[in-house]
């Protein structure tokens, strides 16, 4: 770590960097920064900055205000977007409280912990996402909605089209930033469009997330387009999610490979997937946090409704895909309910909170869902006993706040927090007409 930092002044002193903005997420995943100046990095790295922190959401109350971020060495980037001029760079940071303990509100250290007792059973955690969103003409919403930037569907080729320079340019600024794209196109809704991040481990991962959307965000302004996350922006189109890769290695051994298991997918991973599928309702709300969520859980354009999993089933809310037959080190499975607008980092603590407890305790995995779950009648998918997820924001509050998994993986700062940030936005929701969610949903994400 003192080689890191060390690399860091130097970089900023050589580069000429002028602000470093040291970047923090709160509770419900909204990026957080405060920039400084070269000559207190050193002092931030040693001592931590001083924020106050009853002015973020969730983080403290107002007779407990003052909280310290310190900066990741590990995360040093410059930004590209902010020119060669008075070059800006950017490191995310870890919070603490003034006697130096982790800050127990601090989505990052929420992670940071639960990867921890997963390194206690000798497990380290990828994950790799596909992050969908939309461009739109502009953030506007008139009578006929969000006006997105092109007609144009899966996987089409928009000749000159904005989508297709704005991809060439996203990625090209995520790669300078080091972080590793595997591939982009464009999906099935009109503007909407696909990245895919390379496998990382969990935390980088979440990092890499955040810092997705800000570029997202600031390519999309550079071209005079607007880009959204929000889950379902039209009513009559596919909304947006963040289908992730998930797999465990014991050292550089994926513990998901089994050759002669079904599937190549071994015990380790049967019971992962299993954990996940019976917890999945209890951590819905936190993967899919919006009122809007739901719009995209259940309207239909294979969005996944029902806790089932399935081999190349994408009507299942858990896909086992097997690209690479044979090759161990790609095995993994698929979560496909996770909005591209979740806190990453509380989402995947969660994920993998499930599935440890699904390994610990030898949960038995379902049987397959091998049908099209869509097309089976209630009745039918009553009779194979696939479980629907929860169908609004306050059913999956009611699940939430009745789960001892969630509770004791988030802390009780950043449980409580969530259900009552969430339940007065469902109240707000209420309270309103629908196009109050809308209006004031894409503006935020």
């Keep these: 770590m003192d080689k890191q930092r060390d690399f860091v002044l130097r ?16 509770v419900v995943g909204t990026l957080k920064m405060v920039a400084v100046a070269p000559a207190e990095i050193e002092g931030a790295f040693a001592e931590g900055l001083g924020i106050d922190g009853s002015s973020i959401e969730g983080f403290t109350r107002a007779f407990e205000a003052d909280v310290l971020a310190h900066p990741d060495p590990t995360t040093f980037q410059i930004l590209p977007w902010r020119g060669e001029v008075d070059p800006t760079a950017r490191m995310f940071c870890d919070i603490t409280t003034p006697d130096g303990q982790p800050a127990a509100v601090d989505p990052r250290h ?27 003409k502009s953030s506007a919403y008139g009578p006929n909605g969000p006006e997105p930037v092109d007609s144009a569907g899966y996987f089409d080729n928009v000749p000159g089209g904005t989508a297709h320079d704005f991809r060439r340019r996203a990625v090209r600024m995520l790669e300078d930033l080091g972080i590793s794209v595997e591939f982009s196109h464009h999906e099935a809704g009109p503007g ?7 496998y990382a481990d969990a935390l980088t991962t979440a990092d890499n997330i955040m810092t997705f959307r800000t570029v997202v965000k600031e390519v999309a302004i550079e ?40 599937y190549q997918l071994s015990a380790v991973g049967r019971s992962f997937v299993a954990g996940v599928l019976k917890h999945a309702p209890e951590f819905t709300a936190i993967t899919n946090q919006f009122v809007n969520s739901y719009k995209r859980l259940w309207g239909g354009h294979e969005a996944p409704s029902y806790v089932t999993w399935g081999h190349n089933n994408r009507s299942a809310l858990v896909r086992v895909p097997l690209y690479k037959p044979s090759k161990g080190q790609s095995a993994r499975v698929e979560y496909r309910g996770i909005d591209s607008a979740a806190n990453p980092y509380l989402a995947f603590s969660l994920l993998l909170a499930a599935g440890l407890k699904g390994i610990e305790n030898n949960y038995e995995l379902p049987a397959e869902a091998e049908d099209t779950v869509w097309e089976l009648s209630e009745g039918e998918r009553r009779a194979l006993g696939y479980e629907p997820l929860p169908a609004s924001l306050d ?31 469902w109240e707000a929701y209420r309270a309103q007409v629908t196009p109050y969610e809308l209006a004031s949903n894409l503006e935020l994400l």
Excluded: C
């Design 192 to 198: 909407q469009n696909e990245i895919d991040l390379r």
């Design 223 to 262: 071209q005079g387009v607007y880009a959204t996350f929000m889950p379902k922006p039209m009513a009559s189109h596919p909304g947006s999610g963040m289908h992730t890769h998930l797999s465990l290695f014991e050292g550089d051994t994926n513990a998901f490979f089994d050759a002669g298991g079904k």
């Design 11 to 26: 970089t900023i002193e050589e580069r000429g960097v002028k602000f470093i903005r040291l970047w923090f997420t709160d």
């Design 395 to 425: 059913q999956a509050l009611v699940q939430m706040e009745n789960s001892e998994l969630v509770a004791e993986t988030l802390g009780e700062r950043v449980f409580n927090y969530f259900l009552l940030n969430k339940k007065r936005e």
């Design 110 to 136: 929420v992670l940071k912990r639960q990867l921890e007792k997963a390194a206690d059973l000798g497990f380290t955690f990828y994950t790799h996402p596909e992050v969908e969103f939309y461009l739109l």
